[in-house]
Structures are given as structure tokens and as C-alpha cells.
């Protein structure tokens, strides 16, 4: 093996001085990364890339008007309409079930911001007649829902007195109340109406709480027919 003798007095670096460095026991010799590694990073940039394009054509194409339906609705509070039951008669003709067309007060929690709840309370009791202890707990164990009743068929009276508050969380709903024009004459033939309860609720998503439902007779026989269609009234959540 040919050696070599470095000149420590000569500043002139010689060929063979260089490559001694090269090889020297300390140093590290860098190797060049492997095509394989490239290929993988290359691929995993483009996977990443088609899930975002694939994920925003998704949203913004295929499910684009569901996901802003969606979004219209949730600045909007929905208060539900009862539809106008159907209307039962005899083969005669004879009208044996209608309707009365009357209204329900409806509250929004979220409207109340801005207002004295202990004042607004004691106003909407005098319009009511309601004793203000009962209708201050009433409220208060509702208050976390989005709406609820306060009071079904209200009086030509009392809608003029509600009206005159000028409250924003105060709604006013139609929702008739059925009427039996012969009373009870055929009442164990035509049957009668009643509040939904808890199993009703989870047996059909069709109810809401304030609605009522055929019990007996042809009322219930008939249900799914005289029940309707339902609606609703939308109140911007931000409106004043």
C-alpha cells in the first residue's frame, strides 16, 4: 500500500491529503437516500391530496345543499303547527266533529335577553290571569328548551293584552280545539281527542308535546287520516 506523508509547514493541499481525510477512521461518509423513499413520499402527498379533493367534492357538491339547509336552519327556532284535524261525518251528511279556531301562546327562552325576567313574568301573568308564583316555576323548569306552551286557547282578550307587551319571546300559534256539535250523543262511536303522553311521543315522531291524538272510536281508528300535515312558523334567532 503506497503511503503518504503530510507536510505540516506546507500550505499546498495535495490530492492525496484529501482523500486521506475522506477515509479517515472519524469521519462519516454520507450515503445517497434510495429511489424507494422517494416513491413513497411521492405517493403519500398525492393519497393526502385526493382525500381533500375527494372530501370538498363531498361537501361541496354531492351533500352541498343538504350541509346549507342545515346551516339556514339552525339560525332559525321552529315552532310547530298543529295541522287542522280532519273533519268526521255521519253517511247522512250530519257534521259530527269540527274544529274552533283558537291560538296557543308559545315562549322562546332565547328572546328574553335584554329583558327583566321577574318583570316580564309578572306582566304576562296579569295578561293571563295566572297566579305569578305558579307561572314564574312553570317557566323556570322550561327555561333550558328551545320553546314550549304556555297556555293552549287563548281568549280574544288575553290576545289583545299579550299583543300590547310587544314581547319578542312571546309567540302566538293558531291550534284549533275540536268540537263535538251533538256532545256526547255519539261520543262511544266518534271517540275523543286527548294529549299525546310519553309512549306516544316515542312511539311516532310525528307528535310534539302541546298535541293531542284520537283515543277512542273513530278519532283513533282514523288517526293517521284526520291528524294532517304538520307546519311550523321560523323566528330568526337574531332578530330583535
Known amino acids: 500500500m503506497k503511503k503518504y506523508r503530510v507536510n505540516p509547514d506546507d500550505e499546498t493541499l495535495e490530492p492525496e491529503e484529501s482523500l486521506l481525510g475522506a477515509v479517515s477512521p472519524g469521519s462519516r461518509i454520507e450515503r445517497p437516500i434510495k429511489s424507494g423513499f422517494f416513491v413513497f413520499f411521492y405517493f403519500g402527498i398525492v393519497l393526502i391530496f385526493s382525500i381533500f379533493v375527494v372530501n370538498g367534492f363531498n361537501l361541496g357538491i354531492m351533500e352541498g345543499d343538504y350541509y346549507a339547509g342545515l346551516s339556514a336552519r339552525n339560525q332559525y327556532i321552529s315552532i310547530p303547527v298543529s295541522p287542522k284535524r280532519g ?8 257534521l259530527l266533529a269540527t274544529n274552533r279556531r283558537a291560538f296557543s301562546l308559545w315562549f322562546i327562552p332565547s328572546k328574553l335577553a335584554g329583558y327583566e325576567k321577574e318583570e316580564a313574568v309578572l306582566k304576562l301573568s296579569s295578561a293571563l290571569d295566572l297566579p305569578f308564583d305558579s ?27 299579550i299583543l300590547s307587551l310587544s314581547f319578542p319571546f312571546l309567540v302566538l300559534a293558531e291550534n284549533d280545539i275540536r268540537v263535538y256539535p251533538d256532545g256526547g250523543f255519539f261520543s262511544h262511536i266518534i271517540g275523543y281527542v286527548g294529549a299525546v303522553n310519553e309512549e306516544d311521543l316515542n312511539k311516532d315522531d310525528f307528535y310534539k308535546p302541546s298535541d293531542e291524538i284520537g283515543r277512542d272510536g273513530l278519532e283513533s281508528f282514523y288517526e ?3 291528524r294532517g300535515r304538520r307546519g311550523e312558523i321560523l323566528i330568526h334567532r337574531f332578530s330583535g
Open 87 to 94: 273533519l268526521i261525518y255521519s253517511k247522512e251528511g250530519v
Open 135 to 161: 307561572l314564574s316555576n312553570f317557566i323556570e323548569n322550561n327555561i333550558d328548551r328551545a320553546t314550549f306552551v304556555v297556555k293552549k286557547d287563548i281568549s280574544e282578550e288575553e290576545e289583545e293584552k
Open 224 to 226: 293517521n287520516v284526520l
